[in-house]
């Protein structure tokens, strides 16, 4: 066995037995990347490589974006924008059965699209409407599920941080415009798929719905967050009309928020601080773990472990349709333990030559892969939507499990449609000639 072969299993085995010790995910990559790399120490040019590859992995003007969304989405999160969202909602869709579930999902599909962030949509949304859904006799497990599936959608509908990061990892074989306008069509359908499950299920328990809000508040509330909603016509069609650049366009953003939350008082200027703060606390978090997460890419490459795992792959299945189904059954798997971003640079690298060989877009396979790392986020054991979405609700993750699992299934469901039906990703981006 070669000593190529030893140094990527050592790599595997390290990782994994780090995970096991709940050492913290980038930690877990630098290292088990570093011992790796030693054993190839008279095929490089020093342990150096590891600090090069790190380094140079972030030096990628793309990546700008990253901080500026963080820093929009968290100006937004404290602004007050996700009331003004939510009563929007509520206005629309209270007055059906389950009205407030869906008043949830909506403001989470809107509030992650305009934040950028599954997070900041958990936190934000979460924290307002599990109260509000359990005065209505909403299950605070239930609401918790809705809140933390939901907010994933803000992670395909642009803008979305995870879609530069896949920008990056593809080489440049996906631009961030194309991504950005694929991810519209996917994250509304999961949005409403998840609706509607959830009117199977206020129909059957016999939810409450609210009064039927006249059109005169509706009109309000929509006025109140109209320039709100501004934000994403603002950046994404400012990124598709080729005025400015994703990274440009994350400034403006920023501003724009910025404007917005000053003009309607819900900020002052000595809130700044501790926004940037927080902002700049993950910022660090998600550099470093594009930092390792890009050395350990480099040395799969190295080790020409794409190419082994093409061939593997293309000579053990015949049917593009059962590699795309292993494919998605081995990213389900990976997004259970490992976080989103990382994920993404590590095995966009290893997946996209087979895809790409097998007749599928680029574009259409980072929607697919961001997807399917969404599960993920709202799963055990790494699970960081699921222990945050529980933690707001106040309900623990075992009793969030039970009610989870059919919205953990529709998810599945809305991805392999999303797998098998290219038109639902490639639409808009042929439609616009991106």
């Keep these: 066995m070669s000593i ?20 913290p995910v980038a930690y877990s990559i630098g290292i088990s990347t570093t011992i790796s790399l030693l054993l190839n120490i008279d095929n490089l040019p020093g342990i150096t490589t590891i600090a090069q590859r790190m380094t140079t992995g972030i030096d990628n003007f793309a990546l700008l974006a990253i901080p500026f969304f963080v820093l929009a989405g968290e100006i937004m999160k404290r602004g007050g924008i996700a009331n003004r969202l939510i009563n929007f909602a509520k206005s629309l869709v209270a007055s059906l059965p389950g009205g407030l579930a869906y008043v949830n999902v909506l403001s989470s599909m809107l509030f992650g699209a305009i934040s950028g962030s599954a997070l900041a949509a958990t936190s934000a949304i979460g924290s307002i409407m599990t109260d509000r859904m359990e005065d209505e006799g909403y299950p605070r497990e239930f609401s918790a599920s809705v809140n933390i599936t939901s907010s994933t959608t803000g992670l395909l509908i642009p803008p979305s941080n995870v879609l530069i990061v896949y920008a990056l990892a593809s080489g440049g074989s996906a631009s961030v415009a194309a991504l950005f306008i694929a991810g519209y069509l996917p994250g509304i359908l999961l949005g409403f798929a998840i609706i509607a499950y959830i009117a199977f299920v206020a129909i059957r328990r016999k939810f409450s719905k609210s009064e039927r809000a006249p059109f005169s508040l509706i009109w309000e509330y929509f006025r109140k967050a109209f ?3 501004l934000l994403l016509f603002v950046v994404v069609g400012g990124i598709v009309a080729g005025i400015f650049t994703a990274t440009e366009a994350s400034a403006i953003a920023v501003l724009y928020a910025a404007i917005l939350a000053l003009v309607y008082g819900d900020i002052s200027t000595k809130d700044f601080p501790s926004i940037l703060l927080a902002s ?12 390792t997460s890009m050395a350990m890419s480099w040395l799969f490459s190295f080790e020409g472990i794409p190419e082994l795992i093409s ?11 059962v590699i795309f189904l292993v494919i ?7 997004g259970t333990f490992m976080d989103i971003t990382p994920a ?3 095995f966009t690298p290893i997946f996209l030559p087979v895809v790409v060989a097998l007749g599928m877009h680029p574009v259409h396979f980072g929607i697919v892969l961001v997807l399917n790392l969404c599960i993920g986020l709202c799963t055990p054991p790494v699970g960081t939507i699921l222990f945050v979405g529980s933690g707001i609700a106040k309900v623990s993750v075992t009793q969030v499990i039970k009610p989870l699992i059919p919205f953990l299934l529709i998810m599945v469901f809305v991805l392999f ?11 808009l981006p042929n439609l616009f000639g991106l």
């Design 417 to 427: 449609l999303i797998t098998y039906i290219p038109q639902i990703s490639m639409f």
């Design 311 to 321: 061939s593997f792959l293309l000579e053990q299945f015949s049917n593009k349709i």
């Design 280 to 291: 700049a606390k993950t910022t660090a978090v998600v550099m470093f773990l594009i930092c």
């Design 227 to 229: 320039f709100s909603l």
């Design 4 to 23: 190529e072969i030893i140094s990527i299993i050592v790599l595997f085995v390290v990782f994994f037995i780090l995970l096991l010790l709940k050492v």
């Design 328 to 334: 998605n059954l081995v990213l389900l798997v990976i």
């Design 344 to 346: 993404v640079l590590i």
